[in-house]
């Protein structure tokens, strides 16, 4: 019926104004569409919920599951440091391969969060080079939004495309189907960062008022303003047990804690205990002044390191620091840490005490009162339970370095075969969807998450977009919307004229995802464009990998996408560098829709 068709395009510009004030979450604009569809009764109150049994939200939600025991288990991490590894300080050598890592890596798991985990790692680049965080944050994010280009699961919208293939064809995408174009628009976007982009953001070497200011206080900063000393790692080059060990505890200035290699070459910290015995190749960290340390590192079989904090990544997986305050109606008040054995009851060493702004004298033996606050270090299982000590115990701040950890990387190669088995099942004739839901099984069947957080990591607030966009698709075919909008675009474009088509069909998607979120647009765009094929009798193929490629092509608008809009506040961009790099790499997205798609996938 015209009216509900036309109740239908109202509701859908309405939905994008919402969205683009970014003033109303966009799950709730979804669920607020689901119910007006069944209110005005366009659609059923069954097929209006519809959309939340639909396969791709298993599989989406499946994909966050896959996605945390990437994060977890430090793949992202470990190509990160790979990069700053290769890159040695040269910019265009540090650009490529942050670009191309980003992309590879958000091709099989969140590209956002692959974002998230990139930013501090450019901003460690960029303060330890001297180079403008501006210059590499944005090829960076970049990298990442094509991703949605390269694999079936680059980003949930693809999954939308493919259901619409195989809804009207029979066959839906493969995981690989349409890589091509996606690498072929990953070569040009690194050609033109290297070549021209990156010198449309700023001096190359950044002005010291002008660098990115860090929200949390790192490691360092918080020794510093709690008046500990210096804190050095040694590598002890001789084995002490027994009393050698004990003359070794008495000796030094202070041990906080041991590493140790463990059988299969996998780094194992323990924070210190009297009685401990140490082997060759251990290392400790230990604190003090620089006198102390320096007589203590002079003795024979130790070696100093350096400085804690310039290895601290060797470190951060497992030895952490917090900042907690005694709550004012503590159990522990009027105790001494001594009374209370807190190193032997909480597993951690307090580093010092603050009463006030000053440093308490002596620590072991001062009863605690409520407002104190403790630097305390040891393992961050530890530390995450101290915050579940009932009501004795605040979190005041723990340091930047916190997000950087990794608590399961001896679970890597773990990840690594669990993830190239899902690929390699999927690419076998499997479902992608049993593929994925087998995939997060082994991930908490193996360890590397556990259910809790495999259940944490799933983002309902996505499901529910997606799930209650679905039937607004179903809506715009019931009232013969997308007909209307086929026979608009076969009117435009000419209905003998599928290039032209599938022109018209490629702006219109990438115009609609700067306005509604990436997945929303390709659910509500990827039926019509396989209904435009299939009127014209030609393959939908060309038409659907041209809508996919136009929903991940939001470059020239920092709000298109999470993925771009992360790095907005770190590298200090305004809207018009996104348009000076953004708008020339769309048409560049543009041409190889236009001339590409059509020679790899025929009409």
């Not at 350096?306 to 109606?329: C, R």
């Amino acid at each position: 019926m015209p009216s509900d068709a036309t109740l239908v395009f109202y509701l859908i510009g309405l939905a994008a104004v919402l969205m683009a004030s970014n003033r109303v979450r966009y799950d709730l604009i979804a669920l607020l569409v689901l119910v007006t569809l069944a209110l005005t009764g366009i659609l059923t109150p069954a097929e209006a919920v519809s959309g939340f049994g639909a396969t791709i939200i298993i599989m989406v939600a499946g994909l966050f599951v896959v996605g945390e025991m990437l994060d977890r288990t430090g793949v992202a991490r470990t190509v990160g440091d790979l990069i700053l590894k290769q890159g040695r300080g040269q910019e265009v050598r540090l650009m490529i391969p942050l670009c191309v890592g980003a992309a590879l890596l958000g091709s099989v798991m969140s590209s956002t969060a692959v974002v998230a985990i990139f930013i501090p790692i450019v901003m460690r680049v960029a303060r330890d080079t001297g180079i403008n965080a501006a210059r590499l944050l944005m090829p960076m994010s970049f990298g990442a939004m094509v991703s949605g280009m390269l694999t079936l699961i680059g980003t949930p919208g693809n999954l939308a495309v493919s259901d619409a293939l195989r809804d009207a064809t029979g066959k839906p995408l493969g995981f690989f189907s349409f890589t091509i174009i996606g690498v072929i628009v990953l070569v040009g976007t690194v050609v033109f960062f290297a070549f021209a982009g990156r010198h449309l953001l700023g001096p190359l070497m950044a002005d010291g008022a002008d660098r990115p200011r860090r929200a949390d206080r790192s490691f360092a900063d918080m020794y510093r303003v709690h008046g500990v000393e210096r804190v050095e790692t040694l590598r002890l080059e001789q084995s002490f047990s027994g009393a050698d060990a004990k003359a070794l505890e008495d000796a030094a200035p202070r041990i906080l804690a041991r590493r140790r290699r463990g059988p299969r070459g996998n780094p194992h910290t323990s924070l210190y205990a009297a009685g401990m015995d140490f082997q060759q190749g251990d290392l400790i960290v230990v604190t003090g002044d620089a006198a102390e340390i320096a007589g203590f590192s002079d003795r024979p079989g130790i070696e100093p390191v350096g400085s804690f904090f310039d290895d601290m990544n060797a470190w951060i997986d497992t030895l952490g620091i917090l900042e907690v305050m005694i709550h004012p109606e503590a159990s522990i008040r009027g105790r001494s840490l001594a009374e209370l054995g807190f190193r032997e009851h909480y597993g951690l060493e307090v580093l010092n005490i603050l009463r006030g702004t000053k440093p308490l004298g002596d620590m072991q033996s001062t009863p605690l009162k409520g407002g104190d606050r403790l630097l305390v270090a040891g393992k961050w299982t530890r530390l995450d339970a101290i915050n579940s000590a009932g009501r004795d115990f605040v979190i005041v701040e723990e340091p930047a370095e916190r997000a950087q950890s990794v608590p399961n990387s001896n679970k890597l190669w773990i990840a690594l075969i669990i993830l190239f088995a899902m690929i390699a099942v999927s690419l076998g004739g499997m479902s992608v969807t049993i593929a994925v839901i087998l995939a997060a099984i082994a991930a908490v069947m193996t360890g590397t998450v556990s259910t809790n957080q495999a259940y944490r990591s799933i983002k309902l607030e996505t499901l529910v977009l997606i799930a209650g966009m679905l039937p607004l698709a179903q809506a715009l075919d019931k009232t013969g919307g997308t007909d209307m909008i086929v026979s608009s675009l076969l009117q435009v474009a000419g209905d003998d004229n599928p290039r032209a088509v599938m022109f018209a069909l490629f702006f219109l998607t990438m115009s609609l995802s700067w306005i509604l979120s990436n997945t929303a647009t390709l659910v509500l765009v990827a039926p019509i464009a396989v209904n435009a094929a299939l009127s014209m009798g030609v393959s939908p193929m060309p038409l659907a990998i041209a809508v996919l490629v136009a929903g991940s092509a939001g470059f020239a608008s920092p709000v298109s996408s999470p993925v771009v809009t992360l790095v907005v506040g770190p590298g200090n961009y305004k809207f018009a560098d996104f348009l000076k790099c953004g708008l020339p790499l769309t048409l560049w997205v543009a041409l190889v829709t236009l001339v590409a798609i059509p020679v790899f996938f025929p009409f």
